[in-house]
């Protein structure tokens, strides 16, 4: 029999319908303990319509700097997954560059931004 696992996320929104807290938890967690979040991507492949179907969310209290963080370390992530998932280094090798280069911009738009105030 083929096994299954769950994976719960609950989204509290406020009156205008805004994310406020993200939560979550794994069948194959530390129990029944909902973990927090300030944002989630959720990605499905649909081999069918050869689409992705996504759900992207974040609360309204994550800052900007989150925000870069996240997408660095989901870009970070997405290339070692495509080179696993693939014959090819050099693309996730560029991918990668990529996330660099983009982390390397936000931070430097940042301090540009604070030495104007």
Do not use: C
Not at 31 to 43: R, V, W
Not at 100 to 112: G, M
């Amino acid at each position: 029999m083929t096994q299954k696992h769950t994976i719960q996320i609950h989204v509290g929104l406020d009156e205008s319908k805004v994310p406020e807290n993200i939560e979550w938890n794994a069948t194959d967690g530390a129990g029944d303990k909902m973990n927090q979040a300030k944002a989630m991507m959720l990605a499905f492949w649909d081999g069918a319509d050869k689409t992705a179907m996504r759900i992207d969310l974040w609360t309204k209290n994550m800052m900007v700097d989150e925000m870069a963080d996240f997408f660095y370390q989901t870009l970070m992530t997405m290339s070692d997954t495509y080179q696993r998932a693939t014959p090819y280094k050099e693309q996730a090798e560029e991918m990668r560059a990529f996330a660099r280069d983009f982390y390397k911009k936000f931070n430097e738009q940042q301090q540009r931004e604070e030495q104007q105030k």
